[in-house]
């Protein structure tokens, strides 16, 4: 197998980007993880041809690409055109982990308050159109309802799960949430071995080369729904060894486009790391907590060449980016930030 960090920005479409759209980039990659408002993006943007802030804008109040918690009860983002046979897929999963965090924290929900308070959130949608959380707050209000912010996320979270809600317009630093039925056009139901047949390859189109183990990570389904997805995918995977591991790939992998020498600013929360259940290949161990916290909490990083190499500051004025491995020219650096400077303004 070829080297695998230069595999990997090339089918991230990190190196070399095919697609000029960023609801291409967001169902190419099936789902990215959104977690970070803000920066989530970026992380699409800077995978398209021509970086664009407003591009995003238009995909996303559009309803061509939409935000909603759903793999591993996170924030995913997900193309309209995907949105429905992923939700049946990955949802009763993801409610039952949201479910075990629930009790964990010791919150309990009835049912019949599921279904009661659902109601009122999809009613605020769809008055508002792009309701914020405030928003619903206020509807909870006039019906005499008054609940504590914690226990408030988790029916929001649950009514997005179910597809109540989604996302509404983008907005500069809030979620908004938009009923779904006005959002997303209905699509005819795919069975369960078509959606987890291109849930696989779509995921390891975009990721390869990648493990087993990671797969199962990402995608937050039981190792035998996986296991199955890749036998589904027959001929067109393969698996090869590297360093002991059993990576797969795709027919279609791409090989060719690697530029020595690059940067890249990637964003927290990236799927460049959290695709992968282990990091290692272009994180060093030793470095891991600069990258991200044993809880989930996951920092800016710069990438030179693939290899996870220092922390940079998105928010700033001008360019602050501090290396932590390697030895580094700032040109390289400066470049990657002028393009995400460009996008910002685009």
């Known amino acids: 197998m070829n080297n695998p960090i230069s595999l990997r920005l090339l089918n991230q479409q990190l190196i070399c980007p095919q697609f000029h759209s960023p609801e291409e980039v967001v169902s190419y990659m099936c789902a990215i993880q959104a977690q970070e408002y803000r920066m989530m993006r970026w992380a699409v943007e800077m995978r398209t041809r021509k970086p664009s802030h407003q591009a995003f ?6 309803g061509m690409i939409v935000r909603l918690h759903l793999m591993r009860g996170t924030w995913q983002l997900v193309s309209a055109k995907d949105y429905w046979w992923m939700l049946d897929l990955c949802a009763p999963k993801a409610i039952s982990v949201t479910k075990g965090w629930m009790s964990s924290n010791k919150i309990s929900i009835p049912d019949e308050e599921l279904v009661q308070i659902r109601e009122m959130i999809a009613q605020a949608a769809d008055d508002k159109g792009s309701a914020t959380k405030e928003d619903i707050v206020q509807t909870l ?25 989604c996302s509404g317009d983008l907005l500069p630093m809030k979620a908004t949430y938009a009923l779904t039925a006005n959002k997303v056009k209905p699509a005819t139901k795919m069975d369960r071995d078509e959606a987890l047949t291109m849930l696989t390859r779509k995921y390891f189109q975009s990721r390869q080369p990648a493990t087993l183990e990671d797969f199962v990570w990402w995608s937050g389904l039981n190792i035998s729904d996986c296991r199955r997805g890749i036998e589904m995918l027959g001929n067109s995977i393969r698996m090869e060894n590297w360093r002991g591991r059993a990576f797969y790939l795709t027919d279609d992998c791409r090989t060719r486009g690697f530029r020595k020498d690059t940067y890249t600013l990637i964003p927290p929360y990236d799927e460049y790391l959290i695709s992968y259940k282990s990091r ?5 161990p030793e470095y891991r907590h600069k990258a991200h916290s044993n809880n989930g909490l996951f920092q800016p990083i710069i990438a030179h060449d693939g290899m996870i190499c220092g922390n940079w500051s998105p928010f700033k004025e001008n360019w602050q980016g501090e290396y932590f491995m390697g030895e580094h020219q700032q040109e390289g650096a400066l470049d990657a930030w002028q393009r995400y400077k460009n996008y910002q303004k685009g």
């Open 141 to 165: 209000a006039e019906k005499g309802i008054r609940m504590d912010d914690h226990r408030l996320s988790y029916h929001i979270r649950m009514a997005e799960m179910c597809g109540i809600i």
């Open 57 to 62: 804008k238009k995909a996303f109040d559009e």
């Open 280 to 284: 290692d290949i272009v994180l060093s």
